[in-house]
């Protein structure tokens, strides 16, 4: 079976694969130290299944980073390969998605 037809992917692989992580102990690490959201859910297992349509939230470079993931590659690939499998969201309100999340991560009250 090819990964694009897959229908979830480990969260560790898939930052591996999607080039946000070089390896998959870089990638378990960032994901326990508690700093990486899974659709608005703080992720905290490496073995957390992802699908397309989920959104990735995670500080990476002083910087926070906001993806939807479009599909699931097959391999590590080059940089330009992988960019294809998710799409980067903002803050700034003109992706509704990444504006809903950054209101409901500031304002909510419940999380």
Do not use: C, W
Not at 22 to 49: D, K, P
Not at 50 to 77: H, K, M, S, W, Y
Request: glycine share 8%; no cysteine; charged share 30%.
């Amino acid at each position: 079976m090819v990964a694009s037809e897959k229908q979830a992917m480990r969260l560790d692989r898939l930052l591996v694969y999607l080039r946000l992580a070089r390896t998959r102990s870089r990638a378990s690490a960032m994901i326990e130290e508690g700093h990486m959201r899974l659709n608005g859910v703080r992720a905290l297992r490496s073995s957390l299944e992802v699908r397309p349509g989920d959104v990735l939230t995670f500080a990476q470079g002083g910087d926070v980073r906001i993806i939807e993931v479009l599909a699931l590659p097959e391999r590590r690939g080059p940089p330009g390969m992988a960019r294809s499998h998710y799409s980067e969201l903002d803050r700034s309100g003109e992706k509704p998605l990444a504006a809903q999340l950054h209101h409901d991560l500031e304002g909510n009250s419940a999380t």
